[in-house]
């Protein structure tokens, strides 16, 4: 059974930081693609952040570049989003979801977890 288990969202003011972790279990981690996507409020699921199976390339969109990181330790199972400089509007659900290489959607995701972010 595959899960897919995201932790570190909280409450922190405008441009404070969090780290959001997810750790993946019943899956072959490296075999998949990592990303983190996020949900407010009356709004529609949004793309955050991708990196390939090896950790060696990565994606962002305009709206969070050069102020979020996404990374991965194969060895621990685990994709991590660097979240720095939050904006309340960066306030929403982040799910993790794995994509197996080499296929276009997301196989698995996380059940999330809540960032705040306070001005």
């Known amino acids: 059974q595959v899960q897919l288990v995201e932790s570190g969202g909280g409450l922190v003011q405008a441009g404070g930081s969090l780290r959001l972790s997810c750790a993946a279990s019943?899956?072959?981690?490296?075999?998949?693609?990592m990303g983190w996507f996020r949900q407010a409020p009356g709004k529609e699921r949004e793309f955050v952040a991708r990196?390939?199976?090896?950790?060696?390339?990565?994606s962002y969109p305009d709206s969070v570049k050069g102020r979020f990181t996404i990374s991965r330790d194969n060895a621990k199972n685990t994709v991590y989003l660097q979240q720095n400089a939050l904006k309340p509007e960066d306030s929403a659900i982040y799910y993790c979801?794995?994509?197996?290489?080499?296929?276009?959607?997301?196989?698995?995701w996380g059940q999330g977890t809540q960032v705040t972010v306070s001005s």
């Open positions: 019943g899956l072959t981690f490296s075999m998949y693609d």
């Open positions: 979801a794995a994509r197996l290489r080499g296929t276009a959607g997301y196989n698995y």
């Open positions: 990196v390939n199976w090896s950790g060696s390339s990565t």
